[in-house]
């Protein structure tokens, strides 16, 4: 999956029952004003529906935003469904209200990347273009 030209593609998705989307929809708008292609799945997305939008769209990379607390299961569930689907090679990171303890074990699970309260949406677009689709982060 994803391609090798082009811009960098990534789905931006809200998964699960958290109907605040505000930080979601800033971070798609950075990432689109530096050049990228983002396509925005809107509020309570299944990990099903975001990993095959992802596969239909070619992204490069998902961007998850969890507020609800669910971020373990459903940062879990998207990996499960790439590595099914042999998708593995499409980056996950995310962000939200994720608690300090949560992050390394999500690291260790596959999730490339967290940020918290406070990362700032330059930080965002640097881990993105020095993270996705580089010799480094598909070794």
Request: aromatic fraction near 4%.
């Amino acid at each position: 999956m994803g391609v090798t030209a082009g811009p960098i593609r990534v789905v931006v998705a809200k998964p699960g029952l958290d109907g605040h989307d505000r930080g979601a929809k800033v971070i798609a708008r950075a990432l689109r004003d530096a050049g990228m292609e983002v396509i925005y799945t809107g509020l309570h997305q299944t990990p099903e529906q975001i990993v095959d939008t992802a596969i239909q769209e070619d992204a490069d990379a998902i961007g998850l935003s969890v507020l609800s607390g669910a971020h373990n299961t459903l940062f879990a569930r998207v990996l499960e469904l790439l590595a099914e689907r042999d998708a593995q090679d499409i980056k996950v990171f995310g962000g939200g209200i994720i608690p300090e303890a949560d992050i390394g074990p999500l690291k260790e699970r596959g999730v490339a990347e967290i940020f918290t309260p406070g990362a700032t949406t330059t930080a965002i677009v640097e881990w993105v273009r020095e993270n996705i689709r580089t010799p480094s982060a598909q070794a």
